[in-house]
């Protein structure tokens, strides 16, 4: 794909969605932090409701710690994989007390020292709560950036690097959100709704519909 497709993608992408940002429901570094860690093989609106009544009863640092594991695991026993996301929530919580006065730090070698905090984390962090230029590839990204031929890869650091090195300046602060939002809702795994896509025409799919 030339430069200049990859622009006019950005450009329509853009265009339908002049600020995007995350489906998931927090207001402040430290309830994204939360929340990122929870959407783990899991749904946006499942995390949501989980935190809808943890961010009521704890939504601080010192709160999560109080509460400890066995005081977490009630509010997010409907998301999968709860056990070890609720050790590493609070251990996370208990780390940024001690070494970053309870606030998230926003630097990427800081976050992915955090427990349950990895590279994908750490960008979409970064990137929503600190306004930096990172992208997270999550499955969507992914599935987008190779069908379209937007950005080719073999691994999702694969896709990053490559996705960092041709989405124009311009459009690299929200290019996560747009690609992640039009792989969940357009670009789709098992049937892309192509002829509802902004972008077929300069899109590389070889099967796409017609």
């Known amino acids: 794909m030339n430069a200049q497709h990859r622009k006019n993608i950005f450009q329509r992408l853009r265009a339908q969605n002049p600020a995007p940002t995350t489906e998931l429901k927090y207001r402040s570094a430290f309830e994204l932090m939360v929340a990122v860690i929870l959407s783990a093989q899991a749904t946006d609106v499942s995390v949501n409701k989980a935190t809808r009544e943890l961010f009521k009863a704890a939504n601080t640092p010192e709160q999560i710690a109080r509460l400890g594991v066995r005081g977490l695991k009630p509010f997010i026993k409907s998301i999968g994989l709860y056990n070890n996301k609720a050790k590493h929530i609070v251990a996370a919580a208990r780390m940024l007390i001690d070494r970053h006065d309870g606030r998230v730090p926003d630097t990427r ?97 070889r099967e796409k519909a017609a």
Do not use: M, S
């Open 109 to 205: 070698q800081a976050l992915e020292a955090l427990p349950g905090v990895g590279r994908k984390t750490a960008n979409v962090i970064l990137n929503t709560a600190f306004e930096q230029a990172t992208i997270a590839v999550d499955t969507h990204i992914f599935r987008v950036a190779n069908r379209t031929g937007l950005a080719a890869g073999k691994t999702p650091l694969a896709v990053e690097k490559r996705l960092l090195q041709v989405v124009p300046d311009e459009y690299q602060r929200h290019a996560h959100h747009w690609l992640i939002l039009h792989g969940r809702y357009t670009c789709t795994a098992r049937k892309p709704r192509c002829r509802d896509c902004v972008i077929n025409d300069l899109c590389e799919y």
